[in-house]
T-cell receptor, first 111, second 113 residues
């Protein structure tokens, strides 16, 4: 158990809908990262927050947004969903440094 | 952006054999990390490397951070059935508090009894 908690574990929704994925980082970790894992794209970095502020941005679509709250949990919002958004979404956290510890992921299926 | 080439894509080995996999990059990284992912789980950190030339072991696992900072390898000695999974290399760039991991495409390891 990495200590990073993601909910829900599974999500099935229709195209055009909006969903929110939630992540609770390890106790004391200030950084939260979001990654998308699909069969054809592998693990892709989406975005990083550090202590409530956005710090780094990867290939995150404009339809996607994230935030980190004062209690350090984070949410990833995905809107106007398309079939191609079906993937595993991982949250990871780290303290100041270096190693990122991953949660078990949310499997999103868009039908 | 950065690209990581990880090889081999898959390996089928006999229990007890040693395994080697590597990653090369077109860019320099500050840190190299190796993760293992099993079905239905998130990636689990195996080894972290912070300095060029560094060689680090974790049990039967050994990894090295290449001198050029553009490559890394992972060796697994005396493989066992529970080594089965997908192994990912990841290179990390840091700038202040910004961190970004770039992952390789993974090596699928199968250990035959």
């Amino acid at each position: 158990d990495s200590g990073v908690t993601q909910t829900p574990k599974h999500l099935i929704t229709a195209t055009g809908q909006r969903v929110t994925l939630r992540c609770s980082p390890r106790s004391g970790d200030l950084s939260v990262y979001w990654y998308q894992q699909s069969l054809d794209q592998g693990l892709q970095f989406l975005i990083q927050y550090y202590n409530g502020e956005e710090r780094a941005k990867g290939n995150i679509l404009e339809r996607f947004s994230a935030q980190q709250f004062p209690d350090l949990h984070s949410e990833l919002n995905l809107s106007s969903l398309e079939l191609g958004d079906s993937a595993l979404y991982f949250c990871a956290s780290s303290p100041w440094g270096l190693e990122a510890f991953f949660g078990q992921g949310t499997r999103l299926t868009v039908v | 952006g950065q690209q990581l080439n990880q090889s081999p894509q898959s390996m089928f080995i006999q229990e007890g054999e040693d395994v080697s996999m590597n990653c090369t990059s077109s860019s320099i990284f500050n840190t190299w990390l190796w993760y293992k992912q099993e079905p239905g789980e998130g990636p689990v950190l195996l080894i972290a490397l912070y300095k060029a030339g560094e060689l680090t072991s974790n049990g039967r696992l050994t990894a090295q951070f290449g001198i050029t900072r553009k490559d890394s390898f992972l060796n697994i000695s005396a493989s066992i059935p529970s080594d089965v999974g997908i192994y990912f290399c990841a290179g990390q760039l840091t700038s202040g508090s910004a961190r970004q991991l770039t992952f390789g495409s993974g090596t699928q390891l199968t250990v035959l009894p």
